[in-house]
Nanobody
Framework: QVQLVESGGGLVQPGGSLRLSCAAS????????VSWFRQAPGKEREGVSC????????YYADSVKGRFTISRDNAKDTVYLQMDNLNPGDTAVYYC??????????????????WGQGTQVSVSS
C-alpha cells in the first residue's frame, strides 16, 4: 500500500520549535518532490512548503518564510519540516503529500496523489 506517514507534532509554547518528519511506505520518497500542507479548524487547507527531488529547490508560503525550513535525507528516505518561532497561527494539522513530480509546482498547483494521515501541531501558552 502506497502511503505517507507524518510524525513529530505536539503542543509547544509560542516561540518554540518542532520538527516534523514525513516517511513513505510502499514507494521510495527520494525520487519525488514532497510538499507540506496544513489545515486549521474552520479554514481551508494551505500549502506550506515544498522540496524538489534533488533538494536543491525549496518553496515556502509567505506566512512561514524565514521560520520554517524544509529538508530531506534521502539515505533515510525522509523529508523534514523544521518549524521555529512558532505562533498560535501555526496551529493546524500538518500533512505531507507528493504529486510524484521531480520539482515543486508554483503555488502548490498540482494534483497530489498520496497524502499522509496528518499530525497535529498546537501552539499555545
Amino acid at each position: 500500500q502506497v502511503q505517507l506517514v507524518e510524525s513529530g507534532g505536539g503542543l509547544v509554547q509560542p516561540g518554540g520549535s518542532l520538527r516534523l518528519s514525513c516517511a513513505a511506505s510502499g514507494f521510495t520518497l527520494e525520487f519525488h518532490a514532497v510538499s507540506w500542507f496544513r489545515q486549521a479548524p474552520g479554514k481551508e487547507r494551505e500549502g506550506v512548503s515544498c522540496i524538489s527531488k534533488s533538494g536543491d529547490s525549496t518553496y515556502y508560503a509567505d506566512s512561514v518564510k524565514g521560520r520554517f525550513t524544509i529538508s530531506r535525507d534521502n539515505a533515510k528516505d525522509t523529508v523534514y519540516l523544521q518549524m521555529d518561532n512558532l505562533n498560535p497561527g501555526d496551529t493546524a494539522v500538518y500533512y505531507c503529500a507528493t504529486d510524484f513530480l521531480d520539482f515543486c509546482e508554483d503555488n502548490f498547483d498540482s494534483k497530489y496523489d498520496v497524502w499522509g494521515q496528518g499530525t497535529q501541531v498546537s501552539v499555545s501558552s
